[in-house]
T-cell receptor, first 109, second 115 residues
Framework: AQRVTQPEKLLSVFKGAPVELKCNYS??????LFWYVQYSRQRLQLLLR??SRESIKGFTADLNKGETSFHLKKPFAQEEDSAMYYC???????????FGGGTRVLVKP | EPEVTQTPSHQVTQMGQEVILRCVPI?????FYWYRQILGQKVEFLVS????????KSEIFDDQFSVERPDGSNFTLKIRSTKLEDSAMYFC?????????????FGQGTRLTVV
């Protein structure tokens, strides 16, 4: 069974502070991991995925297979980063996404 | 980025009525999905559709639900007899163009309210 856990429902940080969103997963094979973001009144959109190993909008995420984690980090949060962030897992290309419960990030000025 | 348009944006229906949610993906893709999110809960997978048939469905997707792609463009989710607990945001997603890209593109969602 696939499971994704995001332990924090809400993260509130000041502008310029680091932010880390935790994501742990459970899957017996080698999954693909993603972070999706949903800004206010907008659709879910892909932020980044582990296979591309890139930084998007200053965010990075490293897949740690030993700890089965895929935490999302940004060293200096900006107000425009305020959004809902969802960690998601897929068994393979063309397979469904299993989402975590989401973390709401609020960046205060 | 491929565009996925869902209609209507908000649907209010009486319990027991049938509803059809529509998704129009602009451009050709391989995989089509429906997800739903009950208020305050996770985004949950409902069904995936590939090569004009259901490839996987969740426990939620019971006999009350059906999907089809009648004209090769629209992708619809039908709920035959709605229940109060069907109230949720329903998201359509597309994935996998020719290169089997794993990125899923979501529509803006349809908010279904069953009263």
């Amino acid at each position: 069974a696939q499971r994704v856990t995001q332990p924090e429902k809400l993260l509130s940080v000041f502008k310029g502070a680091p932010v880390e969103l935790k994501c742990n997963y459970s899957y017996s094979g080698s999954p693909e991991l993603f972070w999706y973001v949903q800004y206010s009144r907008q659709r879910l959109q892909l932020l980044l995925r582990h296979i591309s190993r890139e930084s998007i909008k200053g965010f990075t995420a490293d897949l740690n297979k030993g700890e089965t984690s895929f935490h999302l980090k940004k060293p200096f949060a900006q107000e425009e980063d305020s959004a809902m962030y969802y960690c998601a897992l897929s068994a393979a290309a063309g397979n469904k996404l299993t989402f975590g419960g989401g973390t709401r990030v609020l960046v205060k000025p | 980025e491929p565009e996925v348009t869902q209609t209507p944006s908000h649907q209010v229906t009486q319990m027991g009525q049938e509803v059809i949610l529509r998704c129009v993906p602009i451009s050709n893709h391989l995989y089509f999905y429906w997800y739903r999110q009950i208020l305050g809960q996770k985004v949950e997978f409902l069904v995936s559709f590939y090569n004009n048939e259901i490839s996987e469905k969740s426990e939620i997707f019971d006999d009350q639900f059906s999907v089809e792609r009648p004209d090769g463009s629209n992708f619809t989710l039908k709920i035959r007899s709605t229940k109060l607990e069907d109230s949720a945001m329903y998201f359509c997603a597309i994935q996998g163009r020719l290169a089997m890209n794993t990125e899923a593109f979501f529509g803006q969602g349809t908010r279904l309210t069953v009263v």
